[in-house]
């Protein structure tokens, strides 16, 4: 599987949990976003993410699918990878690697490790629900920060550090003293993008910037526009 991904800028976050109306789904894989990522925290079931797959795997764009369990973990029907998140920043360590152990445990054999990409979280929204259900210390200052990305850059060599701030425009500062931290690893940035001003922001600082709540809440124009801002 090639590294094609290191070089999206901008990426698009549908969630299965989420109806699009008709055409929609064209007017996303058509909007020069470089990838779709099928993700979500809550109520996303083998089922719905299958469903969605089924609508996005015609256009040809990179697929990616994030699982939050190890029952989404979905390799077939038109996915490129999977992007595996382990949150760095919880005291619980089932999201950092216990699903990853019981999805060892119960389906090892079944596993494309050339499709699987690891991503070091840092949540920082405590009122998503990723921040919600893994139990996030989202209290860290730009240079606490700092100090998970490069633990997970230089220690843990994941390839992806994801700054995390679903459903809430995240500050700059933080994603800038992130990204001044990392040697090798990819900084992906996401939460709260609906305008091309907030994208050009964050592309600034972030390798790749993640749109999702704004496709379903602002529509394609806006979406086009966060596209344009990092292209
Ligand atoms: C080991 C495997 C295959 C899976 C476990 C993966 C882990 C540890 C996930 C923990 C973090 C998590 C739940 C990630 C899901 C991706 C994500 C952050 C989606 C965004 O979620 P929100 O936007 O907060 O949730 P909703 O959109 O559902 O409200
Ligand atoms: O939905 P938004 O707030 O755009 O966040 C995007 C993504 O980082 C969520 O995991
Ligand atoms: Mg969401």
Redesign the pocket.
């Known amino acids: 599987m090639h590294a094609n991904w290191k070089t999206w800028t901008h990426v698009t976050k549908l969630?299965p949990?989420k109806r699009l109306p008709p055409g929609a789904v064209e007017e996303i894989a058509t909007s020069g976003t470089d990838a779709l990522m099928l993700?979500?925290?809550?109520?996303v079931t083998r089922e719905n993410l299958l469903e969605l797959l089924d609508q996005v795997s015609l256009y040809g764009l990179p697929v990616v699918v994030?699982?939050?369990?190890?029952d989404c973990?979905i390799f077939d029907g038109g996915v490129d990878h999977l992007f595996?998140?382990?949150?760095l920043n919880t005291d619980d360590v089932r999201?950092i690697v216990g699903?990853?152990y019981t999805?060892l445990l119960s389906n090892g054999d079944g596993i494309k490790w050339d499709m699987v990409v690891p991503e070091a979280?840092i949540v920082l929204n405590p009122d998503?629900?990723?921040?919600r259900?893994?139990g996030a210390d989202c209290n860290l200052s730009a240079r606490e920060v700092s100090a998970f990305a490069q633990v997970a850059d230089r220690y843990f060599r994941f390839p992806i550090v994801y700054i995390?701030y679903?459903?809430r425009y995240g500050d700059p500062r933080v994603v800038q003293a992130a990204a001044g931290a990392v040697h090798d690893a990819i900084i992906y940035y996401g939460g709260g993008i609906r305008s091309a001003k907030q994208a050009a922001e964050m592309g600034r600082y972030a390798d790749t910037i993640v749109v999702?709540n704004a496709v379903y809440e602002e529509g394609i124009e806006v979406l086009r526009a966060t596209v344009r801002a990092v292209h």
Do not use: F
Request: hydrophobic fraction near 30%.
């Open positions: 969630d949990d993700s979500g925290t809550l109520n994030e699982p939050a369990s190890p973990a595996v998140p382990s949150v999201w699903k990853h999805w979280y998503s629900a990723v921040g259900v893994t995390e679903s459903g999702g």
